[in-house]
């Protein structure tokens, strides 16, 4: 299953809202997670099954999507939030992830 | 706190053989499914392999099937990524990633990372 996601890179300012998205090949039901990558430092998981957010992760983060697409969404961009975005289907192995999307300092 | 340290990367020679271990600290490893996964320089996330709790079922991608062995030893709560005919393109990080849970379900994502290993091949 491949995963592509839109844009590749996005300039935005703090207190922007911003969206990524992120569409399967063919249907993955809602078997999608969300990471935050920062320079030099592991993934950190955000959101899983598609909309849940994963414990201790801010609120203004939000998922949504089922099937074949599916969208992350930052309310209002932190300082904190410039980094690389994946996604990754769990819906069948192999698993794969979208190339990801980088979230630059306009 | 969870915690997942992996060891065992460096330079080795195309064709030449590295084994990777992660050990896990800080919650039940043998009640949980763990996996690899990878990133070369500059580029994205690849996911590698994938192991049950009691190793009865493994995964592996594409590109590493035949050349590398997943495998985990819950008695001393470690996880390991033999690797054998390794490629220039096998050149990575390579992360542990625990699954993640709700309960006692896999909540279908990788809750807790190492801080990643860094295998070269080169000649």
Redesign the interface.
Known sequence: IQLTQSPSSLSASVGDRVTITCRASQGISSYLAWYQQKPGKAPKLLIYAASTLQSGVPSRFSGSGSGTDFTVTISSLQPEDFATYYCQQLNSYPLTFGQGTKVEIK | EVQLVESGGGLVQPGGSLRLSCAASGFTFSTYSM?W?RQAPGK????VS?ISSSSSTI????SVKGRFTISRDNAKNSLYLQMNSLRDEDTAVY?CARE?REGYNW?????N????SLVTVSS
């Open positions: 996996n996964v994205g996330l690849e996911w994938y995964y592996y991608a594409a992360y993640g909540n279908y994502s990788f809750d990372w190492g801080q990643g």
